[in-house]
């Protein structure tokens, strides 16, 4: 990764950290959906408060995600969390934008489209594939998704779309499963953002990103430059210092 896109996402993700809105319903007792990146890890992984779990996904016309690669996420979250239940709810919606995207325009859009919220025993996750890139896409580095509120990413279906089509590309459902459970990973604290690190392996260069070899949290499965190198061989896991956080985070 260069030097500048290094620089760049360190500083995004300090700004999503930093400047999310920390909306605690009202002085409700239940979690809200409105707070900082990785303040809901323990609450996505454990059963100690919520022990269902609730992706509401949305997506324009031409942007549908592949069935698959849905089940493939319900999949990993149930391997990786203590809910008893996870349940996935696709729909297509109508959207006059066409992108780019900033994501302070990708948080209007949730404000307006969500329906889905955390309740007594379920806690809610919201997914919109969008139909556009990242503004602050540059060159080959490609965001393909981010995760930018405690419950909440963006897929940029589109990129993803462009990519999977490009000659020697993976499919595209490895490519969607792929950058699903790695914004998942950062909505589960991955690495030092909610989840206390065990040992220290964040990347110096690439902050919550893991430096262990072909984890599923590294930085390179965050942007399109990366694809080759990381997916030659299918989808990548969780290595096994992000999994020693999980555990110690009410995960397995």
Do not use: W
């Amino acid at each position: 990764m260069k030097n500048s896109t290094r620089l760049f996402y360190i500083l995004s993700i300090f700004m999503f950290i930093s400047c999310s809105n920390d909306d605690s319903n009202d002085g409700n007792t239940i979690p809200g959906n409105n707070l900082n990146l990785g303040a809901s890890a323990h609450d996505l992984l454990s059963n100690d408060i919520f022990s269902t779990m609730e992706i509401e996904v949305v997506y324009p016309n031409g942007f549908k995600p592949q069935s698959e690669s849905l089940e493939n996420l319900e999949q990993f979250i149930l391997s990786r969390t203590n809910k008893t239940e996870v349940t996935i709810s696709p729909r297509e919606i109508s959207l006059e934008n066409e992108g780019p995207y900033t994501i302070d325009q990708i948080r209007s859009i949730e404000d307006d489209l969500r329906t889905s919220f955390n309740t007594e025993n379920k806690i809610s996750v919201f997914i919109f594939f969008a139909n556009g890139a990242r503004q602050s896409d540059e060159g080959t580095s490609n965001t393909l998704g981010t995760a930018y509120q405690n419950t909440s990413m963006v897929i940029f279906q589109e990129t993803i779309n462009n990519l999977s089509n490009a000659v020697g590309a993976p499919n595209k459902v490895i490519i969607e499963t792929a950058t699903l459970t790695h914004e998942f990973g950062h909505l589960f604290g991955l690495v030092g953002i909610g989840s206390e690190q065990q040992n220290e392996h964040e990347d110096p260069n690439a902050e919550a990103h893991c430096t262990t070899e072909d984890c599923l949290m590294r930085a390179e499965v965050e942007f399109s430059s990366g694809i080759m190198g990381m997916f030659g061989n299918g989808i990548p896991d969780l290595g096994a210092e992000c999994l020693l956080d999980l555990r110690a985070n009410g995960g397995r």
